[in-house]
């Protein structure tokens, strides 16, 4: 099956500082990827869709200036959460798919903890 | 817009016994339907999913799920829970096999010795 490895798996930072999620889809192009948020006990709520080479569509909402999505190549995408406070702390999630029409898989998730 | 409803937030079972696990959607056309399956501080496993054909649909780990579109329904079922099965079940829609999610609100299954 197509697997989607993301990086780092937890990270801790400080209030003000910016922090990077990776996002990868180790055999297949993903044309397209998806950034979700999971707050603790709660469901996965849409943030971004992000397609290669174009900038991210953003759910109603999200902040995109807080929330950059880089998709750069066909197999990366970034989530970069700028000046981090400890409301941004949150398990967030990717998935990437390959073409219309087929399912998208997910990653294992990064929680991210704001100190 | 599209949205799932899984009324049923915790779930105790025994183990041995059966499980079904409810989800309702609301689509305006043909659904494609996921279920996934989430162990704590882990990413999701897709247990199985609806994009046509027999709507009793057969996946891993020995759980199944019937679309039903009369109920606007996805139920997921397992005959006989193992303790390994205790984890959160999450629901999900989206119009297109390969566009985004919308999911529901998660059941946590418990499972009793």
């Known amino acids: 099956g197509a697997v989607v490895s993301q990086h780092p798996s937890w990270v801790i930072c400080k209030s003000g500082t910016s922090v990077k999620i990776e996002c990868r889809s180790l055999d297949f192009q993903a044309t397209t990827m998806f950034w979700y948020r999971q707050f603790p006990k709660q469901s996965l709520m849409l943030m971004a869709t992000?397609?290669?080479?174009?900038?991210?569509?953003?759910e109603q909402g999200v902040e995109k200036d807080k929330f950059l999505i880089n998709h750069a190549s066909l197999t990366l995408s970034t989530l970069t959460v700028t000046s981090a406070h400890p409301e941004d702390s949150s398990f967030y999630i990717c998935s990437a798919k390959q073409v219309v029409n087929t399912e998208a898989f997910f990653g294992q998730g990064t929680r991210l903890t704001v100190v | 817009a599209q949205s799932v409803t899984q009324p049923d937030i915790h779930i105790t079972v025994s183990e041995g016994a059966s499980l079904e696990l409810r989800c309702n959607y609301s689509y305006g056309a043909t659904p494609y339907l996921f279920w996934y399956v989430q162990s704590p501080g882990q990413g999701l496993q897709l247990l199985l999913k609806?994009?046509?054909?027999?709507?009793l649909v057969q996946g891993i780990k020995g759980f199944e799920a019937e679309f039903k579109r009369s109920q606007s329904s996805f139920n997921l079922r397992k005959p006989s829970v193992h303790w390994s099965d205790a984890a959160e079940y999450f629901c999900a829609v989206a119009g297109s096999a390969g566009n985004k999610l919308t999911f529901g609100g998660g059941t946590r299954v418990l499972v009793k010795p």
């Open positions: 992000s397609n290669e080479g174009s900038k991210a569509t953003y």
């Open positions: 609806y994009f046509s054909g027999d709507t």
